[in-house]
């Protein structure tokens, strides 16, 4: 099943965790790859927050600096180990 790759979608408050990759995490690689951009930037999370999650930091800032975290962590993750568990699946689909 082919998940649709959204470029600016809504947000969970939290993202996955675990070690494998979900249909939220295919809607969400521009999310995470938004989120991995402004990291190496030195962007302000709460901008980053806003601009790429849709949360207000100024109305709710410990829930929306918690869902920036557990995003950003997952996106890091995706960046170090779980691509290779993305490129598995595209394999195993070929097949």
């Known amino acids: 099943m082919r998940v649709p790759v959204e470029l600016d979608p809504d947000v969970d408050d939290e993202a996955p965790t675990g070690d494998t990759i979900t249909v939220y995490d295919k809607r969400h690689y521009v999310t995470y790859l938004r989120l991995l951009d402004a990291k190496a930037e030195g962007a302000d999370w709460k901008e980053v ?32 180990e779980g691509y290779r568990k993305i490129l598995e699946q595209a394999v195993a689909n070929k097949l």
């Open 49 to 80: 927050a806003q601009t790429v999650l849709h949360r207000d930091p100024v109305a709710d800032e410990f829930r929306t600096r918690r869902c920036w975290q557990s995003h950003l962590q997952r996106a890091q993750w995706l960046s170090r």
